[in-house]
């Protein structure tokens, strides 16, 4: 198999930066992109090796928006905008960057030197979007209070469900990857009572037990993502999702990473559109999307050829 980007299928970290960026729009800023692509699997190499302990991983994506510019004669098959939809007043934006830098470990600190390093290497040919700081909160739960990535799949299911295969031959070993910050009401969702928050995630807070398919309700969080496709399987996404916030903003940086864009594209519409019965995922009456975006991350080879 084509080298994968660590980053794309790598157990959670403690701590994450999420850096997206938009890059000139000249054929010098292309061209110097490319020569920064091709140093970051060394350069992560060499933060691994200096600080084994850290387990530190640099994932690089390119948004579907700047993608023509950067490589015109071939693009990964199912790479589109980011989808939006909207019901109401609930809606998830479209809002384009170019370069996704999803750098993640056990310490804040070499998350930090290698976005200094790396955001120097670009120069003025690049203005920054967003940084955001993910951080693990308790035992790996959301700010509201309930476990995150619950449903992750684990082993070799991992690739199976977010490495592209021989589908796409010269795109093997990439991932499709949507980015969306989600900003949190938790002085409304602490008002109302732990059953209620727990009836709207399907599963028990304390303890993390999933309540029985007949038992959830048709809004509940899980109910809305978990979906099967025409054969009976399950649809999947790996999640790299964090918790961030201070005392002004709170919420969760959404990661989805997967062999395919439609499973994350389906998953969305069930929990803003909902069901026939337009029953929508009621944890989106509680946290707004503010950002959204979609993004390539290809495959280490496939990044190493502009060296």
Do not use: C
């Amino acid at each position: 198999m084509t080298r994968f980007q660590s980053g794309v299928i790598a157990q959670a970290n403690t701590d994450a930066l999420f850096i997206t960026l938009n890059i000139s729009r000249s054929a010098e800023a292309a061209d110097n992109l490319r020569t920064f692509l091709a140093q970051i699997p060394s350069t992560e190499s060499q933060f691994r090796q200096r600080y084994p302990e850290a387990d530190l991983h640099i994932t690089v994506a390119i948004g579907g928006e700047y993608w023509g510019l950067l490589s015109p004669d071939e693009r990964p098959a199912k790479l589109t905008s980011f989808p939006v939809f909207t019901n109401k007043e609930i809606t998830t934006p479209h809002t384009p960057v170019d370069l996704l830098l999803h750098i993640r470990s056990e310490r804040h600190d070499l998350n930090y030197e290698a976005s200094v390093l790396l955001t120097e290497r670009l120069g003025d040919d690049a203005t920054l979007v967003e940084e955001n700081h993910g951080f693990r909160y308790l035992d790996s739960r959301d700010l509201t209070g309930f476990v995150d990535g619950t449903e992750n799949p684990e082993g070799d299911d991992r690739i199976a469900v977010a490495v592209v295969g021989d589908e796409d031959p010269t795109f093997s070993g990439g991932s499709y990857i949507h980015l969306q910050r989600y900003e949190h009401d938790l002085k409304a969702w602490n008002r109302i009572t732990v059953k209620q928050q727990e009836d709207i995630f399907g599963r028990t807070k304390a303890d993390n037990e999933e309540y029985a398919s007949e038992a959830k309700a048709a809004f509940a969080h899980t109910k809305r993502t978990s979906l099967k496709d025409a054969e009976g399987n399950s649809i999947e996404i790996l999640r790299h999702s964090m918790p961030y916030g201070d005392l002004t903003k709170r919420g969760l940086m959404f990661a989805s990473y997967g062999r395919s864009p439609e499973p994350f594209t389906q998953m969305l519409e069930s929990m803003i559109l909902g069901d026939d019965q337009g029953n929508h995922d009621h944890l989106m009456n509680f946290t707004s999307a503010v950002t959204g975006q979609a993004f390539f991350a290809p495959s280490t080879d496939w990044l190493t050829q502009w060296g």
